[in-house]
């Protein structure tokens, strides 16, 4: 029961990722004139690439394949990668460094896109030395 | 197989509970450790790397720009400003006894950015006279040398996010990045530094755009501030009250005035960091010296009957040691790795609640501190140990044995 938990983890912070990016640690507040900063799409694709991350996640866990389960978490790993490259570097944000979208939503992403990743690495790993198989399908 | 090798890993998984609360205290205690030890000794090298880049004992700006521009919060907190005064002043200062040099600068401030709220501070320098900024830009990799429109800027300007490769644009005018300073962990790291000829153009532009409103600026004649040098020997605080008796309508601040708000942060932060990380250490002393002498206690007849199977005192107390560091050290190692993510993930937000503004060093010149932290875990766990076995010696096996029966 306790290892079928720690199998949503993952999930889990994806989860927290998705809604942290929109709320506690979102990004730059819009412009006195109701524009939204550049860093705002950088926010929304880290958003939505975080849900998306937790469902392929979540499949993960309840796969019992182990073939597919070592597919979902290696799509999972590009996620985190994809993520933690999602802010600054694949999508430019804003011009000085201490505004909210550098100080807070690039490291929060950063840190939970890595720990997502050394979890579904550590998935891996076990799945890897794991000898039989599982069941085919999903529960 | 169990062996006396083994054991201790096997009570730690065994007593999963316990472990957890040993490691904890260590946790705590090591995350306060590293992470008040690397704020505070961050704060510091801040101070000092602000203080040498500052590069001058005196800044003369004009009074009229008093509120634009306050020197002694200007390195803590500035919004972009321009402010102009008559060059005349530039020659005035050089000739009182103590300047040993001076030279002007020229401010301007960005318009804001198309792409966020930014408005970035411009700092132009006179290559022939200045001893402030040339001596970072030749401490600094640059493209090549700085010539008209090249620009170098501060550490916290995005060069990808700024720039289009490595042009940035002021007022619709391009200008080259050829380098970024180093961090200071001041508002020097949100400005753009160029030479007269280059923030002359901007200026130009910015008039041509009908968004420049000083206008009695002559691009001849104006400058925004005069950085000086004391003679050795001089006070600066001297030379000073010489430049207020002598010049009118100017603001005078020395290099002490102007840290005095980023010294008086650091000390406050210091003192709450070093109070919080004595008590913390004084608490997880106690709490290991406690849980051990508890433990201990309930474990009498397991190591009576350790002893009962041949197990000297001294490999029973190896046993209780090595319990002890290994649930210290691994919660000590989670805190202090902990406090290191969140400080070097989030250290900007936290320096801009805290007020205080700090350079983390490299992650190579981090591993004193956290050596430190492990190590004071690690005695922590020992000395609690080592008072709680005492305990074991006094205890006769047999009527441990007996005890309950």
């Not at chain 1, 996640?57 to 999602?86: D, E, P, T």
């Not at chain 2, 600094?140 to 916290?156: A, F, R, W, Y």
Request: positive net charge; aromatic residues 6%; proline residues 2%.
């Amino acid at each position: 029961m306790r290892k079928r938990l720690l199998s949503f983890l993952p999930a889990a912070l994806g989860l927290v990722l998705a809604l942290g990016s929109l709320t506690v640690f979102s990004a730059c507040d819009s412009m006195p004139d109701g524009s939204w900063m550049r860093c705002h799409s950088a926010q929304r694709a880290v958003a939505v690439s975080a849900a998306l991350l937790a469902a392929v996640l979540v499949l993960q866990a309840l796969a019992r394949n182990k073939a597919v389960r070592i597919a979902l978490n290696g799509v999972a790993l590009a996620g985190c990668v994809l993520i933690f490259l999602l802010p600054g570097t694949l999508m430019p944000m804003c011009m000085l460094k201490t505004h909210r979208c550098h100080t807070l939503l690039k490291p929060f992403a950063q840190v939970m896109a890595a720990a997502i990743a050394a979890l579904c690495l550590w998935n891996l790993f076990a799945l890897l030395k794991k000898k039989s198989a599982g069941k085919a399908g999903i529960r | 197989m169990l062996s006396i090798k083994t054991l201790p890993l096997r009570n730690l998984r065994g007593y999963a509970a316990r472990s957890a609360a040993v490691a904890l205290f260590a946790f705590l205690t090591a995350a306060v450790l590293f992470g008040g030890t690397l704020l505070t000794s961050s704060a510091r090298n801040s101070l000092h790397t602000v203080q040498a880049r500052l590069g001058a004992d005196i800044m003369v700006t004009p009074e009229s720009a008093k509120n634009d521009f306050d020197a002694q919060t200007a390195l803590i907190k500035a919004e972009p400003a321009s402010f102009y005064m008559d060059a005349a002043a530039l020659e005035q200062i050089r000739a009182i006894d103590g300047v040993e040099r001076a030279s002007p600068q020229l401010f301007l401030a960005s318009a804001k950015a198309g792409c966020c709220s930014a408005r970035l501070q411009m700092i132009a320098f006179d290559p022939e006279t200045d001893f402030t900024i040339r001596p970072w830009i030749e401490d600094t990799d640059t493209l090549g040398e700085m010539g008209l429109m090249d620009v170098v800027i501060g550490s916290n300007v995005s060069w990808t996010s700024a720039s289009q490769g490595d042009v940035i644009r002021f007022y619709d005018s391009d200008c080259r990045v050829i380098g970024q300073f180093a961090a200071t962990g001041s508002t020097l790291d949100s400005a753009v530094y160029m030479n007269f000829d280059t923030c002359k153009a901007l200026i130009q532009a910015c008039r041509e755009k009908g968004l420049f409103k000083y206008g009695d600026f002559d691009g001849e004649r104006s400058i925004s501030s005069v950085m000086v040098r004391v003679k050795k020997g001089y006070a600066a605080e001297e030379v000073a009250k010489a430049i207020r008796a002598r010049l009118d309508g100017v603001s005078v601040v020395t290099a002490s005035d102007m840290l005095l708000g980023l010294s008086e942060n650091l000390s406050r932060v210091s003192g709450a960091a070093r109070t919080l990380m004595l008590v913390l250490c004084l608490l997880g002393f106690f709490m290991a010296v406690t849980v051990f002498a508890l433990m201990i206690n309930e474990r009498q007849r397991e190591f009576a009957t350790l002893r009962a199977m041949g197990a000297s005192k001294s490999m029973v107390a190896r046993v209780v040691l090595t319990e002890a560091m290994a649930a210290n050290l691994a919660g000590a190692l989670a805190g202090a790795v902990t406090a290191g993510v969140v400080l070097y993930a989030f250290g900007a937000f936290i320096g801009e609640k805290l007020n205080v503004r700090f350079v983390l060093p490299d992650l190579s010149q981090a591993w004193l501190p956290l050596m430190l932290s492990l190590l004071a875990a690690g005695l922590s766990a020992s000395l609690g140990t080592l008072i709680a076995l005492k305990r074991i010696g006094r205890t006769d096996a047999a009527c441990a044995l007996k005890e309950g029966e």
